[in-house]
């Protein structure tokens, strides 16, 4: 009997190193785990940071030469405008006179509904 003891004690204390083992490796595993996690979330950060690097760059030259495409349509509008005022001031005398030329040789005549 004590024979059957001792080997219940043996198979107990076995029992408990392996779940003990096991134990330990759960925890290994979980750090593991919490490390890789931290390592693929540092990755993914630098990965976004650098792709935000790149479209800053690219967002400047789009919008740079932008704004370059709208200043240099501002500089041919008031061209345009420019030669426009020119040419108001230029031919207005001439249509000023030719206007009141019409104006002025009004020839009154009766409307040719008119029956009397």
């Given at each position: 009997m004590a ?17 003990d ?19 693929a ?7 976004r940071?650098?792709?935000?690097v790149?479209?800053?760059a ?5 919008l740079?030469?932008r704004?370059?495409r709208?200043?240099q ?17 230029k ?6 006179s ?5 104006v ?12 009397l």
């Open positions: 024979s059957q003891t001792t080997g219940i004690q043996q198979l107990l204390a076995a029992e408990k190193k392996a779940a083992k096991v134990a330990e490796a759960r925890k290994r595993k979980g750090k593991r785990l919490k490390q890789a996690k931290e390592e979330q540092a990755e993914i950060e630098q990965y940071n650098k792709r935000e790149e479209y800053k690219y967002e400047q030259s789009v740079g030469s704004g370059d709208e200043r349509i501002e500089r041919d509008t008031d061209e345009k405008i420019k030669a426009i005022e020119k040419n108001v001031q031919n207005s005398p001439e249509a000023l030719k206007l009141l030329e019409k002025y040789s009004i020839k009154p005549e009766l409307h040719q509904n008119l029956r």
